[in-house]
C-alpha cells in the first residue's frame, strides 16, 4: 500500500503531495543500505504500483487545464529520484566493495605459492658463463670423444712414447693405443685436422687421470680447452683474451700474470696465475699468501703441433690454453670439498643455479 | 728436487734472501715447492757444560745439574738420565725453547727441586747416527770436539740452511742436478757460475790390464765411460758432504758410495760403482739381456729380465740394470779394494720402459728416464775421481774407458731476431736477446741483418727452435713484459654445434619441471650392471673396462646412466633428503668390439631419476612427454619389457620405428639393491635418436574461426584394453572434423563390473568452415561408437 493515497483532489493539494513525497522519499533513500533495500525504495517510489505511478494516475481527476503541469512536475519529481536512485547505488555498491576489500586483506608476509623448478649442476653453471664468455669473442665450441686414441692425446701433441712428459699425467688405459683423455687438448689436434685457419675455438670437457679420491683430486675432472689459429697471433693476443677472462670471471681489477712453465703442445709456455678475488693481492688463506691463484696452463702453440696438422708454422702462429672448470667451480662457490661435486646431495645442487 | 742452498752457495754467489731468490726463479720457470728453514726446527738450545752433578735428595733416579752455558750463572737442571758426568758437553734447551720434535720445554720443579728446562737426547733433537755421532745412543747426548758452552746447538749442527724443494718441469733433465739449478741461478742473478774444475792426481798403471768393457748394444747404450780405482780406504765421509746428501734426502753410507751419490746429485749423471771382486772374468758388456736371465738387485729383490732390457753384465750374468739399480753382488763392501766406476748414458725411453716394466724407480732411473747429456758422463767421472783425491779414498789407475759412436757436434739454429719479438707480440732490443742467451751459456752473435746464430751446448737437448729459443729469452727477459692485447680479427659470436644447443634446450625443460641435474664418474663398478638383472647376453653388459683402473669400483666404462643414477638417488634417500628430481646428461659408453680395438661409441644419452610422495609412473610419463614433444614428432609409447623395472609399470617411446625411450618404475629388487625404501621413477633417453628427428620449420597456424562441438563418451571395456588403442579408434573413426581427443577419467571398482574399466573422453569437433550443428557430427559419432563397439568398448548407459 502507498503511504500516499492519492484521490480526486484539487491541483494544489495534489502538489502539496508531491512535494511531501519529495522529502519522505529523499529521506528514505538516504537511509538504504543494502542493494536489497535499494530495490525496495524503487519499487515501492517507481514500481508499476509505486507512489509516482499512483499520483500520474490519479492526475485523471485534476481540471484539463492543469494535467500538462502536473504531469510536468511529476516527471521532474520522476527523474530527480531516478538520479538520486543511481547515485545511492553507485555510492551504495563503492561503499560494499570497500567493506569486501577489507574482509579480503591476507598476510602478505606468508609465503608465495610456486611451482619449483630445478637447476644446472654447479659446474654447468659455471661452464655455461665461460662459453658465453668466449663465444662474445667468438670462439666456437667443439667437442671430442673421452676415449681417445693414443695419437690425438699425446703423440700429435708433441708428447711421443716414452717421452718422460707423460709422466706428467697418469693415464687410464683402455687397450695399448686407446685411453681415456688426460688433457682436452686432444681436441685441438682433432679441430686442426678438420678446419683452416683462422681458428678459435673452446673445447669443454670430460678429463681422466689417475689421481685416488681426495678433497682436491678426482681421476674425473673437467677442463676447457681454448685454441686459436691465425696470421701473426702473439702471446700478447693470449694474454689479452685471458685477461678478458679473467675479467669477467673474477671481476674488472684481476690482474693476469704470466709464469713460464712447460707442456710439450705449447712454446713458450706458461701458467697463469689471476690476482686474488678474495684479498685483492694482499695474501690471505685462499691464495695461501701469495696473492695469486694458479688458474689454467698455456702458451704458444708448439710449431710441430701445427706442422702435425697440415698448417704451416712459418705462415701460422696460435695460442691454446686449459681451464680447470673444476677448480674454477669450487673457488667461485668456495667449495672446500671437490668430492662434493660428484656426490650430488640435492641439498648441494640447490644452491647454485639461481 | 731438494737441494740445500748452502749447497748452491758453493757455485753462486746468492747473496739476496732465500723468499727473493725462490720469486726469482718462479718467474723464470723453476716452480718452488717449498722452502724449509732447518734453523726453525728448534729454539734457544745450546750447549752446555756440566760443572756440578749431585744426587736429588728425594729422587733416587734424578741427579741435579749445574750446567755453564757461557754465562755468569750456571743454569740448574734436574735429569733423570745416568749417562751424565761432571765436565761432559751437552745440548741443553733453555726455558721457553722448542725443540724438533714439536716439544716446547719451560721451567718447573722436579720432586720440589726447580729446574730450568732440560737436557736433550739426540732422539729429542730428532738426530740419527749419521747425522751426528753418539745421538742414538740411549741416554742424553755427549757432544764432540769441544763446542764453546753457550753455543747455538743449530750451529753445532749445521741447521743454518734452508732446504728448497724446486720442480723441476720435464723439458730441463739438465736442471736435476746442483749444478744445473745453481747455472739458472746463475743467469738470472746475473752473476758468475763457478762450476768445479775437475783436478786429480793418478797412480799409472792402466786400466786396460784390470778390466775389459764392451758395448754390444751401442742403441741403448750411446756412451760407456769407466775408470778404476784401487787400494780403496773405505771409511765415513766428511761432513759437510754428509750434510750434502742428507739435505737432498739421503742417507750417508761411507766415502764411496757417497761420492757417487754426492755426484749424480751434484751434477745430474748417475754413477755407479762395482766392486772388481765380483766382476767375474774381470769384463763387463753392455747387452740386452738374455731371455729368462735374472738378478737380485741391491734391494734385496729377484727380477726375471727380458730381451728388450738391458744390463751390464760380467762374464757369467748380469751385474746391474742399466742406469736402474745395481745387482745385490757388485755392491760396496768395507773390504772392497779396487772398484771400477761407471758413468753412462743409457736410452732413455729403454731405461723408462725397463724400470717400469720392472716395477723399479730410483733416483738414477728418473734422471737416465728424462735424458741426460751425453758428454756429461765425463764431466762427472772427473768430478767423481777429485773428490777420490780429495778424500784420499783411494789410487785412481790410469786411462779411461769410453766408449761411444760419433759424438754429436754442438746444433746451431738461427733465427731472425724479429721472429721472436712477431711470436711474443713485444720489442724486445736484439742485443738483450743476444745477451740472454750468451748467459745460458747459449752461444749466440747477431749478424748484420739481424739473423741470431745460436750454438746449442750439448745439454741444452730441448732446444729445438725459434718457439724455443722465445721463451728462453722471454723467461729471463720477464713475463711481465708480456702486455695483453684485445683479441683481433673478424667479429662474430662464436657458434654452439646443433646437438649442444639441442641438449642445452633440453636441460632447461628438466630445470622447468623442477629438476636438478647431477654429475657422476664415467666409470663404475663392474658389478654395477648386476644390480640391474640383465639378461647374460644384454648388450649392457659388453662394457670396456680400464686396464689400471683405481680399484674395482671405478673399472668399467658404463653403458648406461642408470646404475650412477640409482646410486645418487640412494645417497638421497638415506640422508632423508625426502623428495628428489634429478637428471644427467652424459655419454654411455658402447663398444662395436670387445676387447675394444677402436674407440667405443659415445652415446649422448639423458638420464632421470626420481622420487617422492609427489612421484609416480605418470609424472614420470609427464617429463619424458616434454621432453620427447621437443622432436615434434608422433611419440607412440608401449608397454615394455625391462628387467630392472616393474613388469607392469614401464614403457617404451618410439618416433617412427626408432626406440628413443625406455622409462618406468624402478623393480623393487632393484630398489632392494640400492637400498631405496620407497617407488624410484627412471627414464633413459637417447639423446641421438630424438636430435635425429629433422626438425620441421615452424609455420603459423590460423587461429579456429568457428566454435567447436563438444562430446562426452563414456565407455565401459576390458580393464586390459590400453587407453591408447581405444584413442586411436576413435582418431580413425572421428574423420577430419574431429579435432581433439582427451581423456578425462579412468574408473574401476563399485557399480563397474570385475575385470572391467569405465573410460571417458571429451571430444572436440570443428570445421574450419562453419559452425558445425549437431547433425553435422551425428554420422562420425555413430562411426565412432560403432568402431569401439568392434573393439569391444560400450557406451556406459
Redesign the interface.
Given at each position: 500500500m502507498s503511504p500516499f493515497p492519492l484521490h480526486k483532489k484539487e491541483g494544489k493539494e495534489m502538489q502539496e503531495k508531491l512535494q511531501a513525497l519529495k522529502v519522505q522519499a529523499l529521506a528514505e533513500l538516504e537511509a538504504v543500505q543494502t542493494p536489497q533495500e535499494l530495490e525496495e525504495f524503487r519499487v515501492r517510489y517507481m514500481g508499476k504500483k509505486g507512489s509516482l505511478t499512483e499520483l500520474l494516475r490519479g492526475m485523471g481527476s485534476l481540471p484539463a487545464e492543469e494535467r500538462p503541469k502536473m504531469g510536468q512536475l511529476v516527471n521532474e519529481l520522476r527523474q530527480l529520484l531516478d538520479g538520486a536512485l543511481t547515485e545511492r547505488a553507485g555510492a551504495l555498491q563503492k561503499s560494499l566493495q570497500e567493506q569486501k576489500l577489507k574482509e579480503e586483506k591476507l598476510d602478505v608476509t606468508m609465503p608465495g605459492k610456486t611451482?619449483?623448478?630445478?637447476?644446472?649442476?654447479p659446474?654447468?653453471v659455471v661452464l655455461n658463463d665461460v662459453?658465453d664468455i668466449?663465444?662474445?669473442?667468438?670462439?666456437?665450441?667443439?667437442?671430442g670423444?673421452?676415449?681417445?686414441?693414443d695419437h690425438y692425446n699425446f703423440e700429435a701433441l708433441n708428447v711421443p712414447?716414452?717421452?718422460?712428459?707423460r709422466?706428467?699425467q697418469d693415464t687410464?688405459?683402455?687397450?695399448e693405443n686407446?685411453l681415456?683423455r688426460t688433457q682436452t687438448s686432444a681436441a685441438q689436434i682433432r679441430t686442426m685436422e678438420q678446419r683452416k685457419p683462422?681458428i678459435?675455438?673452446?673445447c669443454p670437457g670430460?678429463v681422466?687421470r689417475?689421481d685416488?679420491?681426495d678433497a682436491t683430486h678426482s681421476?674425473?675432472f673437467h677442463q676447457i680447452e681454448g685454441l686459436v689459429v691465425?696470421k701473426?697471433v702473439?702471446?700478447?693476443?693470449l694474454?689479452?683474451?685471458?685477461?678478458?677472462f679473467a675479467h669477467e670471471i673474477y671481476g674488472p681489477d684481476t690482474k693476469?700474470?704470466?709464469?713460464?712453465?712447460?707442456f710439450?703442445f705449447t712454446?713458450?709456455?706458461?701458467?697463469v696465475d689471476v690476482s686474488c678475488s678474495e684479498c685483492g693481492g694482499k695474501g690471505c688463506r685462499v691464495c695461501k699468501d701469495s696473492g695469486w691463484i694458479e688458474i689454467l696452463g698455456a702458451g704458444?702453440v708448439?710449431?710441430r703441433v701445427l706442422s702435425g696438422c697440415g698448417i704451416d708454422p712459418e705462415e701460422y702462429?696460435g695460442f691454446a690454453f686449459g681451464i680447470g672448470l673444476d677448480r674454477l667451480t669450487t673457488t667461485r662457490y668456495k667449495i672446500s670439498d671437490i668430492r662434493l661435486?660428484?656426490?650430488?646431495?640435492?641439498?648441494f645442487?640447490?644452491q647454485f643455479?639461481k | 728436487m731438494l737441494i740445500s742452498l748452502n749447497w748452491l752457495k758453493r757455485y753462486v754467489d746468492i747473496d739476496l734472501p732465500v723468499a727473493e731468490l725462490c720469486d726469482r726463479m718462479v718467474m723464470s720457470g723453476f716452480e718452488v715447492e717449498s722452502i724449509t728453514d732447518l734453523s726453525q726446527t728448534m729454539s734457544r738450545v745450546v750447549v752446555g757444560q756440566i760443572v756440578k752433578l749431585e744426587k736429588h735428595p728425594d729422587a733416587d733416579k734424578l741427579q741435579i745439574c749445574q750446567l755453564d752455558i757461557g754465562e755468569a750463572e750456571p743454569v740448574q737442571i734436574v735429569t733423570g738420565a745416568d749417562n751424565v758426568f761432571e765436565g761432559a758437553l751437552v745440548p741443553v734447551a733453555l726455558h721457553d725453547s722448542h725443540l724438533p720434535n714439536g716439544m716446547h720445554i719451560k721451567k718447573g720443579k722436579l720432586r720440589g727441586v726447580p729446574s730450568n728446562g732440560m737436557l736433550c737426547s739426540g732422539e729429542e733433537l730428532c738426530l740419527k747416527e749419521s747425522d751426528y755421532p753418539g745421538a742414538e745412543v740411549y741416554g742424553i747426548m755427549i757432544l764432540k770436539d769441544s763446542p764453546a758452552p753457550g753455543t747455538d746447538m743449530r750451529e753445532v749442527l749445521h741447521l743454518d740452511d734452508y732446504i728448497i724443494d724446486f720442480k723441476i718441469t720435464a723439458n730441463r733433465p739438465d736442471c736435476q742436478s746442483v749444478l744445473g739449478v745453481a747455472r739458472e741461478i746463475a743467469v738470472v742473478l746475473n752473476k758468475p757460475f763457478n762450476a768445479p774444475r775437475p783436478e786429480y792426481t793418478t797412480v799409472g798403471g792402466n786400466i786396460h790390464d784390470e778390466i775389459k768393457v764392451s758395448v754390444e748394444d751401442t742403441d741403448l747404450c750411446p756412451r760407456y765411460m769407466g775408470r778404476i780405482v784401487k787400494n780403496l780406504r773405505i771409511g765415513p765421509s766428511p761432513d759437510w758432504m754428509k750434510r750434502c746428501l742428507k739435505a737432498a734426502g739421503m742417507r750417508p753410507i761411507n766415502n764411496i758410495v757417497d761420492i757417487t751419490n754426492f755426484v749424480m746429485l751434484e751434477t745430474g749423471q748417475p754413477m755407479h760403482a762395482f766392486d772388481m771382486r765380483h766382476v767375474a772374468g774381470n769384463e763387463l758388456c753392455i747387452r740386452r739381456a738374455k731371455p729368462g736371465e735374472t738378478i737380485t738387485t741391491l734391494d734385496g729383490k729377484a727380477h726375471t729380465l727380458t730381451p728388450d732390457m738391458l744390463v751390464i753384465a760380467d762374464r757369467d750374468e748380469p751385474s746391474c740394470i742399466a742406469g736402474i739399480m745395481g745387482g745385490e753382488n757388485s755392491e760396496i763392501e768395507d773390504d772392497t779394494t779396487t772398484l771400477f766406476f761407471e758413468s753412462a748414458k743409457f736410452r732413455r725411453d729403454s731405461v723408462r720402459r725397463t724400470g717400469r716394466a720392472l716395477g723399479i724407480r730410483t733416483e738414477s732411473s728418473g734422471r737416465f728416464e728424462r735424458g741426460l747429456d751425453i758428454m756429461g758422463a765425463s764431466y762427472a767421472l772427473d768430478r767423481a775421481l777429485q773428490l777420490i783425491c780429495e778424500l784420499d779414498a783411494g789410487d785412481i789407475i790410469d786411462g779411461t774407458i769410453d766408449l761411444h759412436d760419433a759424438l754429436p757436434e754442438p746444433r746451431t739454429l738461427t733465427v731472425p731476431a724479429q721472429r721472436i719479438n712477431d711470436l711474443l707480440g713485444v720489442d724486445i732490443p736484439f742485443e738483450t736477446m743476444v745477451d740472454i742467451l750468451n748467459r745460458l751459456h747459449i752461444e749466440t752473435t747477431l749478424s748484420a741483418d739481424n739473423v741470431l746464430t745460436a750454438k746449442i751446448p750439448s745439454f741444452r737437448d730441448d732446444i729445438e727452435g725459434r718457439a724455443d729459443l722465445a721463451e728462453e729469452v722471454m723467461r729471463i727477459y720477464g713475463y711481465d713484459h708480456i702486455i695483453g692485447t684485445p683479441m683481433r680479427g673478424e667479429v662474430a659470436r662464436g657458434q654452439k654445434r646443433p646437438q649442444q644447443i639441442k641438449t642445452d634446450k633440453l636441460k632447461r625443460l628438466m630445470i622447468a619441471q623442477g629438476m636438478y641435474e647431477i654429475a657422476t664418474y664415467s666409470f663404475i663398478s663392474s658389478k654395477a650392471v648386476d644390480t640391474l638383472n640383465l639378461a647374460e647376453n644384454d648388450v649392457r653388459r659388453q662394457a670396456v673396462t680400464l686396464l689400471n683402473p683405481l680399484g674395482e669400483e671405478y673399472s668399467t666404462m658404463r653403458t648406461q646412466l642408470i646404475t650412477s643414477m640409482l646410486t645418487v638417488l640412494s645417497t638421497n634417500y638415506n640422508r632423508k633428503v625426502p623428495a628428489a628430481r634429478l637428471f644427467e646428461a652424459s655419454k654411455a659408453f658402447r663398444a662395436t668390439t670387445l676387447p675394444p680395438t677402436e674407440q667405443p661409441e659415445e652415446a649422448p644419452v639423458l638420464c632421470i631419476g626420481m622420487y617422492g610422495k609427489e612421484e609416480d609412473f605418470f609424472t614420470l610419463k609427464g617429463v619424458v612427454e616434454t621432453l620427447l614433444e621437443t622432436a615434434g614428432e608422433k611419440v607412440t609409447y608401449t608397454a615394455s619389457n625391462e628387467p630392472y623395472l616393474h613388469p607392469g609399470r614401464q614403457a617404451e617411446a618410439y618416433i617412427g620405428d626408432k626406440k628413443v625411450a625406455v622409462f618406468g618404475e624402478l623393480h623393487p629388487d632393484v630398489s632392494a639393491a640400492y637400498d631405496l625404501g620407497t617407488r624410484v621413477y627412471t627414464a633413459e633417453i637417447e639423446l641421438n635418436t630424438l636430435f635425429d628427428v629433422e626438425a620441421k620449420p615452424v609455420l603459423y597456424r590460423a587461429l579456429p574461426r568457428f566454435p567447436a562441438v563438444e562430446r562426452d563418451l563414456a565407455l565401459l571395456c576390458d580393464a586390459d584394453l590400453p587407453v591408447a588403442e581405444i584413442e586411436e579408434v576413435i582418431r580413425k573413426a572421428g574423420g577430419k572434423l574431429l579435432e581433439t581427443v582427451a581423456l578425462f577419467d579412468v574408473y574401476q571398482g563399485n557399480q563397474i563390473e570385475k575385470g572391467k574399466k569405465s573410460v571417458a573422453f571429451n571430444l572436440l569437433f570443428r570445421s574450419s568452415e562453419e559452425t558445425l550443428s549437431d547433425t553435422q557430427i551425428e554420422p562420425a559419432m555413430q562411426k565412432i561408437i560403432k568402431k569401439l563397439h568392434e573393439k569391444g568398448c560400450d557406451l556406459r548407459s
Open positions: 611451482k619449483p623448478i630445478g637447476g644446472l649442476h659446474l654447468n662459453i668466449f663465444q662474445s669473442m667468438g670462439f666456437d665450441v667443439v667437442d670423444p673421452e676415449v681417445e686414441t712414447q716414452d717421452h718422460p712428459a709422466d706428467m687410464f688405459y683402455l687397450a686407446l681415456l683462422p678459435r675455438i673452446i670430460r681422466f689417475a685416488e679420491v681421476p674425473v691465425d701473426g702473439t702471446m700478447c693476443d694474454k689479452g683474451v685471458l685477461e678478458q693476469v700474470k704470466f709464469r713460464p712453465s712447460f710439450p712454446e713458450p709456455s706458461v701458467e704458444m708448439h710449431p702462429s661435486l660428484f656426490e650430488n646431495d640435492l641439498r645442487l640447490e643455479d | -
